[in-house]
């Protein structure tokens, strides 16, 4: 037992609700709100941004902090203790060098921010959002550069923000192979493509019966309704509260059958890991997932490893041809598999292949580095965006809607994101190979059983939370550190 | 210009911060949170209270609110911060009476309550209930005994919360008025009721065509879905965050036509009022409607005085028959607002109509008063209110379910906020007679053309917000105070 430990706690519980606050607001904003409510809830969002600044970088928290870091009193704490002055002290270094009305006028900005990319993409108009988001961007900077020691650089100064340990060295390490090997792998794919015939997924699909589809794959995959919630928005998201409020969301098109299929899956993946914290970690600093790129390797591994294999949709072909039986007359498993498994470049990295997503994240990592490494005119990057798509690619975005608009991102300051989707397929097949050394992954998804692989994944990666990082985790689980060559593998079996 | 008004500035904003990050959390679990959720939201919803308390009562804010209210000061303030200055001044001293401690218990305590007493509302046991609406009655007790001065009953200080100057002595001569021409009347309408025949009301109306129909209709009477949402919840309320945010829900029964249709033109008519509220009040202390009483004069004159007319229903028949033709087969307009206006004795208050629905009041009253004035045990009142049902409205609920555990209010601590249903009853048709000396308001509706009503509304009563109360609004307005004879008037015209 510690005396300090204790006199944290209501520190800590003041910014756990003020914390919840902000992200229901969020919530609100992005699934439900009125067009005009923002502007004002722009206001509360600013106000209590400062609230929970000044909640989480105060003299009285620093102290304890710094006391319970010392290893006579830190020797008191428990395992979950210890990761959580672990977790509040990094929280608080960052925190501690912004000053509070900046921290505040910024959670401002970003709040009002998220409606008018919005609506610059709805209406195909970078201008209208140039200004906020050179605003952003100037934020970010100055906030990297307040806690710049020994010349590091700013980017590698986000990118370690979110997932400890990364740099430009290692993704420019990453991301060279996958120059290597994917770019001339999609090439000799694609040349194959016209044979597959995926015309009816365009057909029309009834909204109602894609949610209701929706709904039934979200609980197959083990979510839990009476610990979530799915809802629609613009672009489809997880959001924790703690691990027994969980949202999800998707978004339903009219002609595209795959999207909500996939998206419900992928969410899922994310709900998934944030109900599977253990209890004693509820409502505590390291109640969630542990960084972005563990986060994307659950999600990624439903979606991907299990939701695009044949052996997951052999018990439940039959119900979706059921529900949609005139637009999937004549289509058979077969061919289904083959669809949305089919590689092919595209402008829109949220409905993109496997095979050609990493080149998406791989266009977005290269211009947030010239960001930040230099001081490119924020007009110059929609023609620099449209040409990577030509060089990567081979197609050039018609439309900065379906460009450099495309991502919500940037609107909510999130430099260095990216990456962790790359990161996330990397240990999504790392995890992958593993687990199928360890049980008949395969035979539980043609039997429907998909209970010993979340099992597996509970017990080994989300039970822990926060209380572990990426590597701690990789490491016990796979006994070696994050390593890229099982997702090349990966990628070269699945598409040669 | 006042140099004080300037300091109150930020604790008023964060006071309006803090409530709405509280409002938000409400609505949520009212409308979308998961089962689990609300036990773990509990704790957020008592220390943001906590935070809100600790920003409404404090050294600070009474000083500053002590020298705002000296009249050379005053003298300072403008129309609108003489009134932010009095609303600040009336809640801080009732608040201040109440020990921060007890304040943020008892929010915990109820924010918990809704979800216990949906349980046992839907599981028609009392017992499960009973323990929780045992403690809030004795909070509410202790609460209003701090601030018990002149021997004045405890039940008192709670009516005047609701609706300032109201008392039990007016109470008990608005109620007798009721109980002499009403009880009589209904008896001498029900004789007549055979000859009604409302079985097109129960037949299935699909919940989605609902959806779309209620849509329609809220629109149609103005609410704006730019400043506002329509969801669903089990009972049907309003929540106003300010005037460019404001929310009503409705609850779609598969086999019961009429009631989503006026609950959603009930929950419009309150949102008219807080959409109504001119712009310079936003998100201050008197932003917001000005009492209970007053929003419900304003919800019951659309549901009531102009949504059960048959003026009003003439540009709109077309479209509910097209909407369902099967189940109106037959119905004429002149059936359906016989149905509509069919008066009956039955155990729901919220389904109730015009005339039995005081009645329903006058039995919540009675009950309140004796709860406050006695020591009656909690466990005597399901008989109790039984009982009376019997005695006023001549049925016995056959269960809890359908008695006292019908209503929300009591597990949120609203005791004395029921009398206010009654007193918007007696303000809308107070308010209804002048507004049809002053405009043809039946020739308005038939044209199908709602504006210049919501117009009159909206000068006279819904932009002042709660910078005037009830009784200045109803003189300027009508010329005289609240007069409960119009209402009488009202019903005996309408049922005789």
Same mark, same amino acid.
């Given at each position: 037992?510690?005396?300090?430990?204790?006199?944290?706690?209501?520190?800590?519980?003041?910014?756990? !609700?003020?914390?919840?606050? +902000?992200?229901?607001?969020?919530?609100?904003? %992005? =699934?439900?709100?009125? *067009? #005009?409510?923002?502007? @004002?809830?722009?206001?509360?969002?600013?106000?209590?941004?400062?609230?929970?600044?000044?909640?989480?970088?105060?003299?009285?928290?620093?102290?304890?902090?710094?006391?319970?870091?010392?290893?006579?009193?830190?020797?008191?704490?428990?395992?979950?203790?210890? !990761?959580?002055?672990?977790? +509040?002290?990094?929280?608080?270094?960052?925190? %501690? =060098?912004?000053?509070? *009305? #900046?921290?505040?006028? @910024?959670?401002?900005?970003?709040?009002?921010?998220?409606?008018?990319?919005?609506?610059?993409?709805?209406?195909?108009?970078?201008?209208?959002?140039?200004?906020?988001?050179?605003?952003?961007?100037?934020?970010?900077?100055?906030?990297?550069?307040?806690?710049?020691?020994?010349?590091?650089? +700013?980017?590698?100064?986000?990118?370690?923000?979110?997932?400890?340990?990364?740099?430009?060295?290692?993704?420019?390490?990453?991301?060279?192979?996958?120059?290597?090997?994917?770019?001339?792998?999609?090439?000799?794919?694609?040349?194959?493509?016209?044979?597959?015939?995926?015309?009816?997924?365009?057909?029309?699909?009834?909204?109602?019966?894609?949610?209701?589809?929706?709904?039934?794959?979200?609980?197959?995959?083990?979510?839990?309704?009476?610990?979530?919630?799915?809802?629609?928005?613009?672009?489809?998201?997880?959001?924790?509260?703690?691990?027994?409020?969980?949202?999800?969301?998707?978004?339903?098109?009219?002609?595209?059958?795959?999207?909500?299929?996939?998206?419900?899956?992928?969410?899922?993946?994310?709900?998934?890991?944030?109900?599977?914290?253990?209890?004693?970690?509820?409502?505590?600093?390291?109640?969630?997932?542990?960084?972005?790129?563990?986060?994307?390797?659950?999600?990624?591994?439903?979606?991907?490893?299990?939701?695009?294999?044949?052996?997951?949709?052999?018990?439940?072909?039959?119900?979706?041809?059921?529900?949609?039986?005139?637009?999937?007359?004549?289509?058979?498993?077969?061919?289904?598999?083959?669809?949305?498994?089919?590689?092919?470049?595209?402008?829109?990295?949220?409905?993109?292949?496997?095979?050609?997503?990493?080149?998406?994240?791989?266009?977005?990592?290269?211009?947030?580095?010239?960001?930040?490494?230099?001081?490119?005119?924020?007009?110059?990057?929609?023609?620099?965006?449209?040409?990577?798509?030509?060089?990567?690619?081979?197609?050039?975005?018609?439309?900065?809607?379906?460009?450099?608009?495309?991502?919500?991102?940037?609107?909510?300051?999130?430099?260095?994101?990216?990456?962790?989707?790359?990161?996330?397929?990397?240990?999504?097949?790392?995890?992958?190979?593993?687990?199928?050394?360890?049980?008949?992954?395969?035979?539980?998804?043609?039997?429907?059983?998909?209970?010993?692989?979340?099992?597996?994944?509970?017990?080994?990666?989300?039970?822990?939370?926060?209380?572990?990082?990426?590597?701690?985790?990789?490491?016990?689980?796979?006994?070696?550190?994050?390593?890229?060559?099982?997702?090349?593998?990966?990628?070269?079996?699945?598409?040669?």
């Amino acid at each position: 037992m510690s005396e300090l430990y204790d006199k944290l706690i209501p520190h800590m519980e003041k910014g756990m !609700a003020l914390g919840t606050a +902000l992200g229901m607001l969020q919530w609100d904003n %992005e =699934t439900l709100a009125p *067009e #005009e409510s923002m502007q @004002y809830m722009a206001k509360v969002l600013g106000i209590l941004s400062g609230e929970y600044y000044k909640t989480t970088v105060n003299d009285d928290v620093k102290a304890l902090l710094k006391e319970l870091s010392v290893k006579e009193e830190n020797d008191k704490l428990d395992f979950n203790q210890k !990761a959580i002055v672990k977790k +509040l002290k990094k929280d608080f270094d960052i925190m %501690e =060098t912004i000053p509070e *009305e #900046e921290y505040r006028a @910024y959670n401002e900005l970003v709040a009002n921010a998220s409606n008018i990319w919005s609506k610059a993409k709805n209406e195909n108009d970078f201008k209208y959002f140039a200004p906020t988001l050179e605003k952003i961007i100037s934020y970010q900077k100055k906030f990297a550069s307040y806690r710049q020691k020994d010349g590091k650089a +700013l980017y590698d100064i986000l990118l370690d923000d979110y997932e400890e340990g990364f740099n430009m060295k290692l993704l420019d390490e990453f991301f060279g192979k996958i120059r290597k090997e994917i770019v001339p792998l999609l090439s000799e794919v694609v040349k194959h493509n016209d044979t597959i015939d995926k015309s009816f997924n365009s057909l029309e699909y009834d909204t109602e019966k894609q949610k209701e589809f929706g709904h039934f794959l979200a609980e197959y995959v083990g979510f839990d309704f009476k610990k979530g919630v799915l809802a629609e928005s613009e672009h489809p998201f997880t959001m924790e509260f703690h691990n027994h409020d969980v949202r999800i969301t998707t978004h339903y098109y009219k002609n595209n059958l795959e999207s909500s299929i996939f998206s419900v899956i992928h969410e899922s993946g994310h709900a998934l890991y944030e109900m599977g914290v253990e209890d004693a970690l509820t409502q505590t600093p390291v109640g969630g997932g542990t960084s972005m790129g563990m986060h994307e390797s659950q999600s990624r591994f439903y979606e991907n490893v299990l939701g695009r294999s044949k052996e997951f949709w052999m018990p439940l072909w039959d119900k979706l041809v059921n529900t949609f039986p005139e637009q999937l007359k004549g289509v058979t498993l077969e061919r289904f598999i083959r669809c949305i498994n089919k590689a092919e470049p595209d402008f829109i990295r949220t409905e993109a292949d496997e095979l050609t997503y990493s080149l998406h994240i791989m266009i977005r990592y290269e211009i947030e580095k010239l960001i930040f490494g230099s001081d490119i005119p924020i007009e110059e990057l929609p023609a620099l965006w449209n040409q990577k798509y030509q060089e990567y690619l081979g197609v050039t975005p018609p439309t900065d809607t379906l460009g450099i608009l495309q991502d919500v991102h940037w609107s909510g300051g999130m430099f260095g994101y990216f990456p962790s989707y790359a990161i996330g397929s990397a240990v999504a097949a790392q995890l992958s190979h593993t687990m199928k050394e360890k049980m008949p992954v395969a035979d539980y998804l043609k039997e429907g059983n998909l209970v010993p692989i979340r099992e597996y994944l509970k017990d080994n990666i989300h039970k822990w939370g926060a209380s572990k990082n990426t590597n701690e985790l990789l490491l016990a689980t796979t006994g070696e550190s994050l390593n890229a060559d099982y997702f090349i593998a990966y990628l070269k079996e699945k598409y040669k």
